[in-house]
């Protein structure tokens, strides 16, 4: 695909998804938690991903929805320490124990971006109060979940 069929794919999706208003991310959200049947009146879901330049530079973002939208007031950016960079697993441990030493209120879903080596990283530093979530799941009784779709 060239740039500029996928710069016209991605305008495409931005102009879909601004006449749509947040209304579908309500949607979104209830389908979700139908999946994984949970009950919840205010349901906050956060995702954690880890970006460098060529192992360099290491940075973790968090961003944060509410069945709303986006809570941009709630993003944050960590700096990963230079010993861990091109250390994906140490940065997810890094980015996830640096947002959970924090004692703002944990989302309801933790989303990691990665597989499940990243996921078994943040699984070493979670709180004692979350549980893990799979796919095949059936069953969910806590204030805040990890999960790993990769």
């Known amino acids: 695909m060239s740039f500029v069929a996928l710069a016209n794919l991605n305008a495409q999706q931005i102009i879909r998804n601004q006449s749509l208003g947040k209304e579908t991310y309500g949607d979104h959200f209830k389908e ?7 009950s919840e009146n205010y349901p906050t879901l956060e995702c954690i991903d880890i970006s460098h330049h060529s192992g360099s530079f290491s940075k973790a973002s968090v961003v944060h929805f509410s069945a709303k939208g986006k809570v941009k007031s709630n ?15 140490g940065s997810i441990q890094f980015a ?11 989302p309801l879903i933790l989303l990691i971006d990665g ?6 990283a943040a699984l070493q530093v979670k709180p004692k109060s979350a549980k893990t979530l799979d796919r095949k799941s059936t069953r969910l009784n806590s204030s805040h979940q990890i999960i790993s779709y990769a």
């Open 115 to 120: 597989g499940k080596t990243q996921l078994k």
């Open 75 to 89: 993003y944050r950016t960590y700096n990963i320490p230079k010993n861990l960079a091109g250390n994906d697993t």
């Open 96 to 106: 996830v124990a640096k947002r959970f030493a924090k004692n703002k209120l944990p």
């Open 32 to 38: 979700l938690l139908s999946h994984f049947s949970i």
